[in-house]
């Protein structure tokens, strides 16, 4: 595809090309460059267009567009990847008005999803689930399934964040048929994970362990770095969980590796913490200290409350340990005043809590309600097809059974014309002998009369004869 890249002269074809590749690319290192050189060529397009024919009536404008649009949206990706939240929202809105300009449901659905994604690692729940449900509606739209599948996920999450553990994994699980269903491994991985990580919380480990490792075998063979380090980390903080700490750091290890190379500093911040962690608890302080200090460093730099609460209280207890009370006091103060703000939010959280189990139940409801609508409908069609198809297999049947009556019947008249032609030619030849045997009778008896006659002249001669004699 790239040699075909080179030889397209035309803009529309290498625009085309371009938008596979991004597609098709699973590198994350790789995929930006492509997306970077298709929103270049599709606005120098644009830009060739006259000022009159840049509107969307114009299907060439609007394929470019369209393309533009979906390339800002990915530029909005690469930022939070990046852990530039407030730049990937600027691009994922801009992104998100080019969509709307041209109606792209698919991308509108996408950048929707994504912009939900950071709403709910900020903790706006409401935000994130009606933007989940605006998503939702426009890939059942489309008719994008694998949409559906994504869009059921991000609802699973918002509910383990809420602790409905039970309903999330429905919404999970629903995820995962769909994506088995399309074979969509990017999908079955995300589930996967996801199922585990509900499993990991029930401490259900063994049952944690099957599925991060397939999630992790998935992520392997796509060559997916980001989410390979993701899953990575989750299977080092599953054994950290049952205290199997070398287990634990060889994943943890191997985690940070990769994290460092895409320099991922939300992975990175994790990873660090969670090694000088199992260092803490192994009583290697010398080890642990550079690991906790520069999570620190990046969780700060990152301004997630929660790192810096965690690499804190990690940086606390080796200090401790050190006997070093100054700096222990430090990150003590830190430690506690990170947890207030947490709790403040997290108490904020519980107050919408109620808010969004009653809007989400309500959706749900409207949901239902819809599809028993549907469902009905679909039944009343059912049924009245069900009639028309009887009544026509009824018909049908009645001219059939017709058909095999006259059919029949012909039969039966075709056979008694032969029986009436046969008796008619038995009849002829009766009737032929009979006048044959008529005739034989008939000559018999002219014959006896023409004798009779005969022997009445003979004797009538004699007796003349006999009279003259006797005169004589």
């Excluded at 080796?318 to 939010?345: C, G, H, P, V, W």
């Excluded at 069900?386 to 008249?413: H, S």
Aim: hydrophobic letters at 35%; glycine letters at 4%; one cysteine or more.
């Amino acid at each position: 595809m790239r040699k075909i890249l080179l030889k397209a002269k035309h803009d529309t074809i290498r625009c085309r090309i371009l938008n596979d590749l991004i597609e098709s690319e699973p590198d994350d290192n790789v995929w930006p460059v492509y997306n970077e050189q298709l929103r270049a060529l599709a606005e120098a397009a644009i830009k060739k267009l006259p000022r009159e024919q840049q509107v969307i009536q114009n299907p060439e404008y609007l394929v470019y567009k369209r393309w533009l649009g979906r390339t800002i949206s990915n530029i909005g990706y690469v930022e939070r990847m990046n852990s530039n939240t407030s730049k990937a929202l600027e691009y994922y809105y801009k992104g998100l008005a080019m969509e709307e300009e041209v109606a792209d449901k698919v991308g509108m659905a996408s950048t929707l999803n994504n912009i939900g994604q950071i709403y709910m690692e900020q903790g706006n729940i409401p935000k994130a689930l009606e933007l989940f449900h605006n998503c939702l509606k426009l890939m059942e739209e489309s008719g994008d399934k694998e949409g559906i599948a994504g869009s059921f996920s991000n609802i699973g999450i918002i509910y383990m964040s809420q602790g409905d553990d039970q309903k999330a994994k429905e919404y999970y699980e629903k995820a995962l048929k769909i994506d088995e269903t399309l074979k969509n491994k990017d999908g079955i991985a995300i589930s996967l994970n996801n199922l585990a990580d509900l499993y990991r919380r029930a401490a259900n480990v063994t049952k944690a362990l099957t599925l991060f490792n397939k999630s992790l075998d998935i992520r392997i063979e796509m060559n997916d770095s980001f989410n390979m380090g993701r899953v990575l980390n989750n299977i080092g903080n599953t054994y950290r969980q049952i205290k199997d700490y070398e287990k634990a750091l060889d994943y943890f290890k191997r985690s940070l590796t990769i994290k460092e190379q895409i320099n991922d500093k939300d992975g990175l911040a994790f990873s660090l913490n969670s090694i000088a962690a199992i260092y803490l608890a192994q009583g290697k302080t010398k080890e642990a200290l550079p690991l906790s200090l520069r999570s620190l460093q990046i969780a700060k730099e990152l301004g997630y409350p929660g790192h810096i609460k965690n690499a804190a209280e990690i940086s606390y207890g080796i200090y401790k340990k050190q006997k070093n009370s100054k700096e222990a006091l430090k990150m003590l103060l830190l430690f506690m005043t990170m947890r207030d703000s947490i709790n403040n939010a997290e108490t904020h959280q519980a107050s919408t809590r109620q808010q969004f189990k009653y809007e989400y139940e309500k959706k749900e409801l409207s949901i239902r309600a819809q599809q028993e609508k549907k469902d009905l409908l679909h039944a009343d069609q059912s049924k009245r097809q069900k009639i028309i198809i009887g009544a026509v297999m009824g018909g049908l049947a009645l001219v059939i059974t017709f058909l095999l009556f006259l059919v029949n019947r012909f039969k039966i008249i075709r056979k008694q014309k032969k029986i009436i032609e046969i008796q008619k030619k038995i009849a002829e030849r009766a009737f032929t002998a009979l006048h044959e045997k008529n005739k034989e009778v008939t000559d018999s008896i002219i014959y006896a009369r023409r004798i009779q006659r005969s022997l009445l002249t003979n004797e009538k001669y004699i007796s003349r004869n006999l009279d003259r004699l006797n005169c004589n």
